[in-house]
């Protein structure tokens, strides 16, 4: 392995995400009638975003194999490089037919989620949070609980919001007038 983790992760920030950001800022700004280079860094974009949905499997599934981490940098190289092309390669071979096959599905599914998200009411983010907030007590309550040997008396639960509301004097943001 010549690249390990912590290294690669490093190389992908500068070259997959720094040295791309400064070119799309680039093309941006050109005031040439030629909008070939903002096409190159569009479809780069594209191309990368999709590469780091598919990089959270990869990294649970085969970042034991050897030399994993040196062929993502080297392919994240090859997506951006003038001469190479990757992405452009991958976007107009595979990626866009994808697409425009399953515009209709995807544009479908987007608007449903959209939907469902702007129908959210403060009562399902109130119970989403006192729901985090319980399952975060009680997975420090049971580190905490393993750490010391005292036995505690038996005493009767009181609800975790409540309890860390009446320790701290927290009022939630929904509450306050």
Known sequence: MIVGALSSSLLLQLFGFARPAYCTFKALRSTSADKSETEVWLTYWSVFALFNVAALVMDILISWAPLYYDFKVLFVLWLQLPY????????????????VKHQGQIDGAVAKAFSKANDLSLADVQALAELLMSKTLELVGQQSSAKTTKVRAQSP???PLALLREKASIVPFYARV
């Not at 190479?84 to 697409?99: D, E, K, M, N, S």
């Open 84 to 99: 190479t092309q990757g992405a452009a390669v991958l976007y107009r071979g595979y990626i866009q037919p994808w697409l």
């Open 157 to 159: 639960r009181v609800a």
